[in-house]
């Protein structure tokens, strides 16, 4: 007599499993393309010679004008331990009201979790072979980098489409700023990606396990959406314009210029697109 519910019952646990492995997929590979972008930084501007060298002329290579050097000190001083609360505290708010509590966690787990591997890893971990003081991974990076993708996940679906060029915008101002304000070489913002792309994983992992029993929504058009967050990275570079910033006068090449912001403003757009896209899938 139980035969005919022994079958249905397997299969309704095979499912399960497969959808909780497709479910996980995204954030595992999350976590490994993290890991990989801090490990290839640190190879290539805290070891190698060569990479210290073109670190360092890729960071020299942009300019500012005097004005547009002091308006860059404004916002990157403005990057302070308060701010971090208040923004941490406002993203928790905007999940628990939509009564996501999951939601409000996964945000604590990525902005906490990533600012701590910041200050561990440049400070008790990395150093560079010639000997410099280290700053690797951007400190001032992972905090508008971790507060933008928080934001994009707490954010309801219907508020991604302001949320996601807005968080593009004000990551890649941050952390490209500390380049115009030679404050960062362009790996140390690099690595701070490779560490926000990790914990966004292992976020999106206890969000994903913690509401498993959710119907995954049906995106209306993610893709769109979640590369918003190319268009405000793009905007960075008219408002650096406008303000003046140029190739340096030192160590002029507008070649490594261009490379020095434009690889920072993929690297977050990437960032934000994914953890967008995953989060019209999977958490409405």
């Known amino acids: 007599m139980t035969a005919p519910t022994?079958?249905?019952?397997?299969?309704?646990?095979?499912?399960?499993?497969?959808g909780a492995a497709r479910s996980l997929?995204?954030?595992?590979?999350?976590?490994?393309?993290?890991?990989?972008?801090?490990?290839?930084?640190?190879?290539?501007?805290?070891?190698?010679?060569?990479?210290?060298?073109?670190?360092?002329?890729?960071?020299?290579?942009?300019?500012?004008?005097?004005?547009?050097?002091?308006?860059?000190?404004?916002?990157?001083?403005?990057?302070?331990?308060?701010?971090?609360?208040?923004?941490?505290?406002?993203?928790?708010?905007?999940a628990l009201l939509r009564g996501r509590v999951a939601l409000a966690a996964s945000a604590a787990v990525l902005i906490v979790g990533s600012n701590v591997t910041t200050q561990v890893l440049k400070y008790q971990v990395f150093e560079r072979t010639d000997h410099v003081a280290n700053s690797s991974p951007s400190g001032h990076t992972t905090v508008s980098l971790s507060i933008a993708v928080a934001a994009v996940l707490v954010a309801p679906a219907v508020w991604r489409w302001?949320?996601?060029?807005?968080?593009?915008?004000?990551?890649?101002?941050?952390?490209?700023?500390?380049?115009?304000?030679?404050?960062?070489?362009?790996?140390?913002?690099?690595?701070?990606?490779?560490?926000?792309?990790?914990?966004?994983?292992?976020?999106?992992?206890?969000?994903?396990?913690?509401?498993?029993?959710?119907r995954p929504r049906v995106p209306d058009a993610p893709a769109a959406?979640?590369?918003?967050?190319?268009?405000?990275s793009a905007l960075v570079g008219l408002v650096f314009v406008a303000w003046g910033v140029r190739p340096g006068e030192g160590d002029v090449n507008v070649g490594l210029a261009v490379v020095a912001l434009g690889s920072i403003g993929v690297a977050i757009s990437v960032a934000i697109a994914w953890a967008a896209s995953y989060a019209d899938r999977r958490l409405a």
Do not use: N, Y
């Open 6 to 18: 022994t079958r249905p019952a397997t299969q309704r646990l095979a499912a399960g499993s497969t």
């Open 225 to 232: 959406r979640s590369w918003l967050a190319l268009v405000g």
């Open 25 to 94: 997929a995204a954030p595992v590979a999350m976590v490994v393309v993290g890991v990989a972008v801090i490990v290839a930084c640190a190879s290539f501007g805290l070891r190698s010679e060569q990479g210290i060298r073109l670190d360092d002329r890729m960071m020299r290579s942009v300019g500012s004008s005097a004005e547009a050097w002091m308006k860059m000190v404004d916002v990157l001083t403005s990057v302070t331990v308060a701010s971090v609360a208040v923004c941490l505290i406002g993203c928790a708010t905007v």
């Open 162 to 214: 302001l949320v996601v060029p807005l968080a593009g915008f004000v990551a890649t101002f941050v952390a490209a700023g500390t380049i115009v304000g030679q404050w960062h070489r362009p790996s140390d913002v690099v690595a701070a990606v490779g560490v926000v792309l990790a914990w966004t994983g292992a976020a999106l992992a206890v969000v994903t396990l913690a509401q498993r029993r959710r």
